[in-house]
């Protein structure tokens, strides 16, 4: 009885110390010693390689995703005076305005989605926690909300709910968004064989029940996709999004979000990896072509074993530091304006056991949506 409780014992320490969850690009990066010293300086990162406009953008998607207070499940519904306790950083900056304009909730499972969700059950396949009461939350400050499908968690079970009916999940995803008034995302993290096919019978279902909607107004019709850091990672679905749903001239994605890579970059690291969607990958097969920087966001990190510059000192943060670039990368090859969409932050509340949770990141990202004021409620997208 005593060596079985030891063993229960170790068992339930490693879940303690490895539960989370993650939306992330798996390749290699530098450690954290070496991003330190390259984010001593708080001058704008500058490279060769890629021309800037002399004159900014106004940066116009600013947002968090949100893994609730345990890990992405949103298995319980949450009292929301704790909520707010946690969160209220979000609708408050500390001058009555909020500190983003988006939140998107992670993560719904795709195969509970399509299994459980029907007109009669609208939010039986989705998490309890991702209720009209947390969705309100912030919607009646102005703050736009989406739902996050996948993460790297539900690769499997994204394959699985493709193969059986893909058509019956975008409509499923599609009663989920009119429900709650909310956007969907795209996180299909399958990087060796992604189910394309089914990938598109997934979008074109859903636009048949929401079409593309230029002006915003229908929270609901907004659908976005995420792709890696850079086009090293989930290089099939990269090349299809960017050839035929990410197009300025096609009304199919409203856009994609540049994921965070597998630890926070430099800030130099960042733009590299934003500028390779930028260019894209002529050379690969299938090619990746370029992307319109008005069609993607970039991520960062706003936790880690510590609480980081971006969550609590703006002018220390990659967000600063790259400013330049997100608001004047010029196009190369697609697009005709300049300037990336804006800035995503992974992730409000408690993402990971081995991070912290964020529960007041004013200092940071509150303080950058001052500086690059941020229009809330989200105004209409660049198209072009």
């Not at 953008?57 to 949450?78: E, P």
């Not at 199919?252 to 800030?267: H, I, K, T």
């Not at 992307?291 to 971006?310: D, H, R, W």
């Amino acid at each position: 009885m005593k060596q079985s409780l030891t063993i229960a014992s170790f068992l339930i320490l490693i879940f303690t110390l490895t539960n989370s969850c993650q939306k992330e690009d798996l390749q290699t990066d530098p450690p954290l010693s070496e991003i330190t010293a390259k984010n001593s300086t708080q001058k704008p990162v500058s490279q060769s390689g890629y021309s800037l406009d002399p004159n900014p953008t106004q940066l116009q998607v600013y947002g968090v995703w949100h893994a609730g207070n345990d890990y992405c499940t949103w298995s319980t519904v949450r009292n929301m005076t704790d909520f707010d306790l946690k969160n209220h950083w979000v609708i408050d900056r500390g001058d009555g305005n909020p500190s983003v304009n988006l939140v998107i909730l992670s993560f719904v499972n795709p195969l509970k989605l399509l299994n459980n969700t029907s007109i009669d059950t609208p939010l039986n396949g989705i998490p309890i926690g991702m209720n009209s009461d947390i969705v309100n939350y912030f919607k009646i400050r102005g703050i736009r909300v989406m739902l996050s499908i996948g993460g790297i968690t539900y690769t499997k079970d994204w394959n699985t709910a493709l193969t059986q009916n893909a058509t019956q999940l975008g409509k499923n995803a599609a009663i989920v968004a009119k429900a709650l008034g909310v956007g969907i995302e795209i996180d299909y993290e399958e990087s060796s064989s992604p189910n394309l096919v089914g990938l598109q019978n997934f979008i074109t279902a859903y636009r048949q029940e929401l079409p593309y909607d230029a002006s915003g107004n229908n929270h609901a019709a907004r659908l976005t996709i995420d792709l890696a850091a850079g086009d090293r990672w989930l290089i099939g679905i990269c090349a299809k999004a960017t050839t035929d749903w990410l197009r300025p001239d096609l009304s199919v994605l409203d856009y994609a979000n540049a994921m965070v890579p597998s630890r926070q970059p430099s800030a130099s690291e960042a733009i590299t990896n934003w500028d390779e969607h930028i260019d894209g990958k002529p050379q690969y097969v299938p090619k990746i072509p370029p992307l319109a920087p008005c069609k993607f966001t970039g991520s960062l990190y706003m936790s880690g074993s510590q609480i980081i510059p971006e969550c609590n000192n703006f002018t220390s943060s990659i967000t600063y530091l790259d400013r330049d670039y997100v608001t004047r990368i010029m196009p190369n090859g697609a697009g005709t304006t300049s300037g990336m969409l804006g800035y995503m932050f992974w992730a409000a509340e408690c993402n990971s056991t081995r991070q912290v949770c964020t529960t007041d990141c004013k200092g940071g990202i509150g303080e950058g949506a001052k500086f690059f004021n941020i229009p809330i409620p989200m105004t209409a997208l660049r198209q072009n």
